[in-house]
């Protein structure tokens, strides 16, 4: 069994502490909005895909459904379907009208499968971050199993980009230990950059944690995700209307501007589901905020990429 370094996984608890580091984003902003839209339709769990069973998670049975071994699930399938088919254009209009760059959590498989959604996003100045090949858990894989969907995930990203980008950022969802060393193996061996990685929920600021496999003192930004603000949450009846979605949304951006006010500004990011947030009755929820946080003139709306960037120039790694 390979084994893998596990330094990139230490824990600080102290981060920043009380007088975290000022971001500084371009023009003064005094607080980084990033919209994420995990693009899963096509890429979920499905019998008709090779997987054992269909997906169980994020649809609008709730969370009773239990999935049978070997047997196709149309119902489930067809509300997948409609997140690619409808609801992605209604988000993507929404985003277009108000001018703002988004992040795409991009299962490779569903590029794969309408790759229509691949060119709109590189072509209207939208980042690609990879969100797997698969949308399914990777905790039940073996390291040669996770490696070759990581491997498909990246030729999915080039053969349905018009320019043949690779992301520079991860976001698994559902990792693994090894899924960091394994994608820094896999790049490395390809020569692509990996900038950053997403699967972290502790700071509202990027940060650095070793590289696996990397050169000496070589890093890699830790991009934290505000799984607070998820449209899931709906799912998991954590949020009990869209009006308490939006609102919470909008108290998150709120207490992150206050706070860069004050001279320490940092970002949020807001999750979206096109088949969950793009339904007509939640799509509301999603209208609302985008109209809050774009009445103020202090606001930089930016992709993943954009801030980890800024971050590396701004507050370059030490070794």
Sequence with gaps: MAQFDDAWMKRDLYGYGPDRPDAKWPKGAK??????LNHEEGGE????????????VLHEFGSQLTAELGKRDPATESQFDYGSRAAIWRIMKLFKKHDIPITFYA???????????????????HEVASHCYKWKPYTG??????????RKAVNAYKTTSPSGKVPVGWFYGRP?????????????????????????????LPYYTVMPGGKEGESIVMMPYS??????????GQMGSDDAFAQHCINAFTTIRDEGLEGKSAY?????????IGRPGRFQALKRMVEHFSSFDDVWFAT????????VETYPPKA
């Design 304 to 311: 993943r990429e954009q801030i980890a960037r800024h971050w």
């Design 176 to 204: 693994s230990d090894r899924s960091l060393p394994l994608v820094a193996k896999v790049y490395k061996e390809l020569g692509h950059e990996l900038l950053y990685w997403a699967d972290t929920y502790a700071d509202d």
């Design 31 to 36: 607080i980084a909005v990033n919209f994420v």
């Design 107 to 125: 299962v490779g498989r569903a590029f794969e499968r309408n790759p229509a959604v691949a060119k709109y996003a590189e072509e209207n100045g």
């Design 268 to 276: 949020i990011t807001v999750a979206l589901h096109s088949r969950w």
């Design 227 to 236: 799984l607070d603000c998820n449209d899931f949450k709906f799912w998991q």
């Design 45 to 56: 769990r499905s019998v008709e895909d090779g997987d054992e069973h269909a997906e169980t």
């Design 141 to 150: 894989t073996t390291a040669e199993e996770e490696e070759e969907y990581i």
